[in-house]
């Protein structure tokens, strides 16, 4: 059996490899359509938007504490602060928040 | 400059491996659940390093899936992964050694692609080395945790440290919006939309995989037909 786990591991592990390694090997000069770059251009904002909404409101215990984290970490992170402040930020107004509901 | 460039990345790694020892700690629990060792759990991550896929990948051990069923079940759960890939591929220097992207390929997870698109472009591979050098052990270590002993952390704890990930993401995106219109009106209607997704009846069946690679092609691809960028424009954006 332990062998089996192993094997599924190897399999998982490459075919994730494989669609991480393809487009950043094959795709190695710059692209010149203009609405191909505006598109690429575009991806990271969305793809990470629609990561975050709405699923950090089920990550916590309570919708409200993770209401509280995601309005504050948008402040946090509109007045400019780093990955880090924001991120604590986030994880300490959820932490406060949980301990008065 | 090289080394600082490095130890930027570190920095930038602490809150991911922060976020990510909470969720690979949950991830340990369901891997003892599923009969896996702490080994075998910790291996697992170290070689995949991807949430949604290692969850998957438990219930078809499980259940005793096929290896067939085991990769296209990766393929469909980590094919956003392609999509992050194409976008790095515009941001590292076409001249740079080939081996760069073999191993900067490894660290494509939402997370450590969130920070290295939003880095100086041209993306210098020693900035995700050094993203990569603190987040993939924080996975490793957060598995190996929850492997050999679901009950260390208490759950106030967990449940406030798994949304550092989520406030990262923050971080990135919400910063450009003051300077550019378009990326502020982009953000909201996808929040929006990914929120419809998520709790309109029939939308609500499809997977959270699926709805994120839908709703970025679709997006993306409305706003260039509609906001196409020059290269001027795109230069003066940098950083995301």
Redesign the interface.
Known sequence: MAYKIYLYILVMAGVTYLIRVLPLTLIRRQIRNKTLRSFLYYVPYVTLAVMTFPAILSATSEIWSALAAFLIAVVLAYRGGSLFKVAIGACLTVFLTELFI | MKKSVFLKGM??G??IA??YIAVAFTLGIAAKNAG??AL?ST??SV??T?SA??FA?LG??TSGAT?LE??AT??II?????????????R?D?KAP?WH??L???G?T?EI???S?CADTPLSPLYTYGVMSIAIPGWAFGTFLGTVSGSLLP???L????????????????????KNRV?AV??TV??A???AF??LPVLDQIS?GF??II??VM???I???L?????KE?AKNNG?
Do not use: W
Not at chain 2, 81 to 90: D, E, P, R, T
Not at chain 2, 227 to 231: G, L, N, T, V
């Open positions: 920095k930038d602490v809150p922060l976020g896996l060792s075998q291996v697992m070689t995949n991807t896929g290692e990948a078809l051990i290896f085991m990769a990766q393929l980590n094919l956003r992964y392609c999509l992050m890939s194409c976008a790095l591929s515009q590292l076409h080939f992207r073999l900067i390929a490894f494509i939402d692609f969130g920070v698109i759950a106030r704890l449940s406030a440290l798994s949304v550092a990930l989520y406030g990262m993401f923050i971080a990135v995106i919400i910063p450009p919006c003051k990326i982009l953000i996808s929040m939309v990914s929120a998520s709790y959270s709805r994120i709703l970025t997006i993306s691809g706003a260039a037909v906001f196409p960028i020059d290269e795109e995301i």
